[in-house]
């Protein structure tokens, strides 16, 4: 017998062995392909062991040891390694078509839980029920007490037996276990006398069953026989969404049995308590019919309807989704698709109409609006919801504690009010400060929004008008003068043009490539020989393009299949050649009145005019104010202060432009002697005084004799306005007195002191140099007696008096003078190319180019020619210069030499003699050089003055000079050989020459000049 048994153990080893090796050598293969061979090896197994059954071995994804001291088991779901079954499934073409037709996003309810694979806990020990059906493979513990101890553990054979040393057989399979264990107990109370039985299920079997249909991975799937139909779809990776939650069977022999699992995901239904047996079949068939909910409801979404019926009730379907998010009126409106293949839409009549396939219910509110409460909104603590049954103030809402904040702006609020009947928002304009004085109180009314600021928002609130006001002026400038967007290329119009932009009719339309494009790349400075061939091309009368200049230039030439005749293409792009020549010369306003030019038309050719992009949308503070979009304002009011201006647009429900506008009629100016000048917001009946103390007050410097008021009064009937000037006396009373009304201006004149006008500073020969503080009005003499007087070396006629505002007019007259010089360049290439310059003149063209940015970049030194001599000033008053703040003054020491500069054979200084004239000097100097332009001498003077001199044979000046002074020959131009020319640069060589002089003689006599600062 024990020779038997150690055979059968061997066998059975084996056998389980085989079974292993026989999973591993396939594993790819799936549980699936490998169930029938699993049972049939299972069977064999228990066969072996004479009845009693062993644990089938599982894949690798659903193990389940056979020891009875594990208590779960997580059973993972069965999903390739590729898939992303654990992940939300992609929106389904049903989601589509119903979200796209309800007009809003909808997605078919349940899948996000029964979607997904999801690992299950299976129970192996423990108390069961009852009604547990035991089977083959059930482990029973069995506890004898009494006369007979002795404790069993055996398993329901495949007979269904249970059988225990000494007691007869008694029958399992297929019955209750409540049944079974009342049976037992009976059965070893009459085996043995005065024992007490225990019996309990110790482990329950496993059942395979099959999982088929619309779910992510069928197959076979293995659990106990205390799981449900659920944990067989989740472990199969949840059902697709082309799958039924609704009409899922369960094939039990020759026995079909419904299981809906919306009963189990929702609160509604009763779902049957369903445990899988073996050899169970699940299947989940296609998805029914559909209908879906959005609106207020909880879980808005697509819904399948029940095996065989036609709908669902509006009622049965709102609760199904949760119910009402919110106790009120509603509208319920139903999304019908018609014969003709049109959708439909109509209210139902009441809760108990039926909803059908395909058709769509809205739960929409049918009274949302607000009653009987106005909301203060804003940065207060206060805000919020207050009644207004009772006539509520707006005085009383202002007054209580903490609704005004902690720094309010007390002169401008708003409150936005709803008509009843149309729902139109307007703003109401008030004062905190009247409101609070009872001034200008008022009845607030159901939905009203008071709006007080803090004086940070008001500020934002000012700056947000002045960005608005300065761009609406940017846009103005632009339309009167489009030169000056600098931001926009010109386009150039293509004409008869039948596509490309061609409009109905022939008329000209914006072509979409246009024939000739200027590169993006940074602008190429043409050569001189580029410089012939462009003023040549431009000026012809027959117009060629040379297509290695263009490319040189960085211009592409490309021809469309819609074009103009070949002059007008040609035109186009010699313009644009200019253009391109001119923004690499130079980005001057004289290149852009050249490149607004036309040009010229001849027989047969088109003028191509400019053509400038339309205006940018105003965006002030990144909003687009041309956009009227009123954003939905917040349910309630909140007490968040606003950062920017679309928070606040936001908070009130209106219009960004609508608000600005709106801010704009409430403006007023106040500016001079107060402490803080500038634009205040201000409401109605908001007197002066208080204007003026959230100005800071005044200052102490302040006119009391009056104030000048100009102000603007409106005659909307006659649509006249009359604007006058006034002056109040600054008097608390007067101020009170004055309301202040949109628009006014008030200036607080300053009281006039000629103390500390500025600074001015002497240095040179003074006796006490530096920087002196001036009253206005005050005389370069009288500064000079302040500096201790002059020293004895000192020589006031070589006096150097610098002043800021003469500087500055130099510089324009610089800029003035490179325009000049640009625009002859332009008639010297144009005379060069027509004339068949050689390439000598071409590079004087360049050195001329050279010298007007030499222009451009010469720096002005603003001197100011005086008589500084004491005894002069003294006998001469009205040559005394009134000082200016930022004045320089610089007395030199006196020089003892005269300087020769300019085209001489040996240029420098010589030792200043009484009576020598400037011949003389010239001809210590060698005389004139070869290419001298001796009728264009000068000479520049101590005092910053200069003359020409007149050389001719005849009459030379014979005027001595005075030490100090520079003599300057300039060089003669006219080798150029344009007549026109030289003389209009010859003028400007001259004038640059006089400065070059002035400025070589300073720095010979070692005197040091400050520029103006």
């Known amino acids: 017998m024990g020779r038997k048994k150690s055979i059968l153990r061997v066998v059975s080893a084996l056998a389980v062995a085989a079974a292993v090796a026989a999973l591993l050598a396939c594993p790819q293969q799936g549980f699936a392909q490998s169930s029938s061979t699993r049972n049939v090896l299972t069977q064999a197994l228990q066969n072996l062991v004479n009845g009693t059954p062993i644990s089938p071995v599982?894949?690798?994804?659903?193990?389940?040891?056979?020891?009875?001291?594990?208590?779960?088991t997580v059973i993972a779901p069965n999903v390739q390694a590729s898939q992303s079954l654990l992940y939300a499934q992609p929106q389904s073409r049903l989601e589509q078509i119903m979200s796209a037709r309800a007009g809003r996003p909808l997605t078919q309810f349940g899948y996000n839980l029964l979607g997904t694979g999801q690992a299950v806990v299976s129970t192996q020990v423990g108390q069961v029920q009852d009604d547990y059906v035991l089977g083959p493979g059930d482990l029973i513990d069995i506890a004898l007490r009494g006369q007979n101890t002795s404790e069993y553990r055996v398993y329901v054979d495949r007979d269904g037996r249970v059988i225990i040393p000494g007691v007869a057989p008694v029958a399992a399979g297929g019955r209750r276990f409540g049944d079974f264990r009342a049976d037992l107990v009976?059965?070893?109370?009459?085996?043995?006398?005065?024992?007490?039985?225990?019996?309990?299920?110790a482990q329950v079997r496993q059942v395979g069953v099959l999982v088929s249909g619309a779910v992510n991975n069928p197959g076979v799937r293995t659990l106990t026989a205390l799981s449900t139909p659920l944990d067989a779809i989740l472990v199969s990776g949840g059902v697709q969404k082309t799958g039924s939650l609704r009409n899922v069977k369960i094939v039990r022999g020759d026995r079909v049995i419904p299981y809906d699992l919306y009963d189990v995901i929702t609160q509604h239904g009763h779902p049957r308590q369903v445990t899988l047996a073996d050899g169970d079949r699940i299947i989940v068939p296609p998805l029914g019919a559909t209908v879906a909910v959005t609106g207020w409801v909880r879980v808005p979404g697509i819904y399948e309807l029940p095996t065989g019926a036609a709908g669902l009730s509006a009622k049965s379907l709102i609760a199904l989704a949760g119910g009402l998010e919110v106790r009120g009126r509603y509208r319920l409106v139903v999304m019908r698709v018609a014969k003709d293949g049109r959708?439909?839409?109509?209210?139902?009549?009441?809760?108990?109409?039926?909803?059908?396939?395909?058709e769509i219910l809205y739960a929409e509110p049918a009274a949302e609006e607000v009653t009987g409460g106005a909301a203060l909104a804003g940065g207060q603590p206060m805000a919020g919801q207050f009644s207004v049954s009772h006539a509520q103030k707006l005085s009383a809402i202002l007054k209580e504690p903490g609704a005004m904040g902690d720094s309010p702006y007390a002169l401008f609020g708003i409150v936005v009010r709803s008509d009843p009947q149309s729902s139109i928002k307007t703003l109401v304009a008030f004062a905190p400060s009247s409101v609070l004085e009872g001034v200008d109180d008022m009845d607030l009314r159901s939905n009203d929004i008071v709006r007080v600021f803090?004086?940070?928002e008001a500020a934002m609130l000012l700056k947000t008008v002045k960005d608005y006001q300065d761009e609406q002026q940017a846009i103005a400038e632009y339309s009167n003068n489009p030169q000056l967007a600098e931001q926009t290329a010109p386009t150039l119009m293509q004409p008869n043009s039948s596509n490309n932009g061609g409009t109905a009719g022939g008329q000209p339309g914006l072509?979409?490539?246009?024939?000739?494009?200027?590169?993006?790349?940074?602008?190429?400075?043409?050569?001189?020989?580029?410089?012939?061939?462009?003023?040549?091309?431009?000026?012809?009368?027959?117009?060629?393009?040379?297509?290695?200049?263009?490319?040189?230039?960085?211009?592409?030439?490309?021809?469309?299949q819609n074009q103009s005749t070949p002059q007008s293409v040609a035109q186009s792009q010699q313009y644009q050649l200019l253009q391109q020549y001119l923004a690499a010369t130079s980005q001057t306003a004289a290149a852009n009145s050249v490149q607004a030019a036309a040009l010229p038309a001849t027989a047969g050719q088109t003028v191509l005019p400019l053509v400038t992009q339309p205006p940018p949308p105003t965006i002030v503070g990144g909003i687009n104010l041309d956009q009227e979009i009123v954003p939905n304002p917040p349910p309630v009011a909140t007490n968040t202060a606003v950062q920017n201006f679309?928070?606040?647009?936001?908070?009130?429900?209106?219009?960004?432009?609508?608000?600005?506008?709106?801010?704009?009629?409430h403006q007023v100016t106040i500016e001079g002697a107060v402490n803080g000048p500038g634009v205040y917001l201000v409401g109605p009946h908001v007197n002066l005084k208080d204007l003026v103390a959230a100005a800071g007050g005044t200052s102490d410097w302040a006119d009391q004799s009056g104030i000048e008021l100009l102000s603007t009064r409106l005659d909307p009937a006659s649509g006249r306005a009359s604007t006058e000037r006034q002056t109040l006396s600054l008097q608390e009373a007067s101020l009170q007195n004055y309301m202040v009304q949109p628009h006014d201006e008030i200036r607080f004149n300053k009281i006039y002191s000629p103390a500390n006008a500025g600074t001015v500073t002497i240095t040179g020969e003074v006796r006490s140099p530096g920087t002196y503080t001036i009253m206005k009005g005050e005389h370069l003499s009288q500064l000079m007696v302040r500096a201790g007087g002059l020293t004895d070396i000192a020589y006031p006629y070589g006096t150097v008096f610098l002043r800021k505002s003469v500087a500055a007019l130099e510089e324009m007259g610089f800029q003035k003078a490179a325009d000049e010089v640009q625009k002859q360049f332009l008639v010297g290439t144009s005379f060069a190319a027509s004339s068949g310059a050689n390439n000598a003149n071409n590079a004087n063209l360049t050195a001329l180019a050279q010298f007007a940015n030499m222009l451009r970049q010469q720096k002005p030194l603003g001197r100011v020619s005086i008589q500084a001599d004491p005894s002069v000033l003294a006998a001469?008053?009205?040559?005394?210069?009134?000082?200016?703040?930022?004045?320089?003054?610089?007395?030199?020491?006196?020089?003892?030499?005269?300087?020769?500069?300019?085209?001489?054979?040996?240029?420098g200084s010589f030792v200043f003699k009484p009576g020598m004239r400037p011949q003389d000097y010239i001809d210590l100097a060698g005389g004139y050089a070869t290419y001298s332009d001796e009728d264009w001498t000068y000479v520049v003077y101590p005092d910053g003055t200069a003359q020409r001199l007149d050389t001719s044979w005849f009459s030379f000046d014979k005027k001595e000079i005075p030490p100090g002074s520079v003599i300057w020959v300039p060089r003669d131009i006219l080798p150029i050989n344009w007549q026109q020319l030289g003389v209009d640069v010859a003028k400007i060589f001259s004038d640059m020459a006089v400065s070059a002089a002035y400025l070589i003689a300073l720095d010979r006599n070692n005197i040091k000049v400050a520029p103006p600062h």
């Open 58 to 72: 599982q894949n690798q994804s659903q193990t389940i040891p056979p020891s009875v001291t594990s208590q779960q």
């Open 343 to 358: 959708q439909e839409i109509s209210p139902l009549q009441n809760e108990g109409s039926l909803i059908r396939d395909s």
């Open 511 to 560: 072509a979409a490539t246009t024939n000739s494009t200027l590169s993006a790349a940074a602008p190429v400075t043409p050569s001189p020989g580029q410089v012939s061939q462009l003023a040549q091309a431009v000026n012809s009368s027959n117009p060629a393009l040379n297509p290695a200049l263009a490319a040189q230039l960085g211009v592409s030439s490309t021809t469309g």
């Open 454 to 456: 803090s004086t940070r």
């Open 876 to 907: 001469h008053p009205d040559e005394d210069p009134i000082l200016q703040p930022g004045d320089y003054i610089m007395v030199p020491s006196r020089p003892n030499t005269v300087t020769v500069l300019g085209s001489v054979n040996q240029p």
């Open 186 to 201: 009976a059965a070893i109370r009459k085996a043995f006398v005065a024992t007490d039985a225990y019996v309990s299920v």
């Open 646 to 665: 679309t928070q606040l647009t936001t908070q009130l429900g209106i219009a960004p432009l609508v608000l600005i506008n709106f801010l704009v009629d």
